[in-house]
């Protein structure tokens, strides 16, 4: 059976990685901030497509990881982009909630160099003990 799907040529049109997966960049509605990255494979890619909520392959876990399902900080895609390349994927989301990480910070990109450290410049919005029990 061929790789290639006949109901999505949209999927096909994308170059995957070696593993099957592409990175893909959420941003903030609005804002335009970098809230997080992550990965989809193409079950995650069509499923987003089909929910209107973002989700992503976990490489950690080895498994879909529907964006809030633990947490309830869901995201809603409004729009969706590859590169002109097509190996990378950007969404244009709503944050429910307003936290996109894990640590309870707006954004996962909340390292900021000064000098030669990396140092936290967001702070904590709630405490990830209280979201994820």
């Not at 059976?1 to 099957?20: I, N, T, Y």
């Not at 409004?78 to 390349?85: F, P, V």
């Not at 309870?104 to 979201?131: M, Q, Y």
């Amino acid at each position: 059976m061929s790789d290639l799907d006949p109901l999505h040529p949209w999927l096909d049109a994308l170059r995957w990685d070696a593993d099957g997966l592409i990175p893909a960049i959420a941003q903030e509605s609005g804002s335009g901030r970098v809230m997080m990255f992550a990965w989809m494979n193409r079950e995650a890619l069509t499923e987003t497509v089909k929910s209107g909520n973002a989700v992503y392959w976990s490489r950690s876990r080895r498994r879909l990881w529907r964006k809030g399902e633990e947490s309830g900080h869901f995201q809603k895609v409004r729009s969706l982009r590859t590169d002109c390349d097509g190996d990378v994927l950007l969404l244009e989301i709503v944050q429910e909630g307003g936290i996109a990480c894990h640590t309870g910070r707006t954004s996962c990109f909340f390292h900021e160099l000064h000098n030669d450290r990396w140092e936290a410049v967001d702070p904590v919005i709630k405490n990830p003990k209280e979201i994820y029990k």
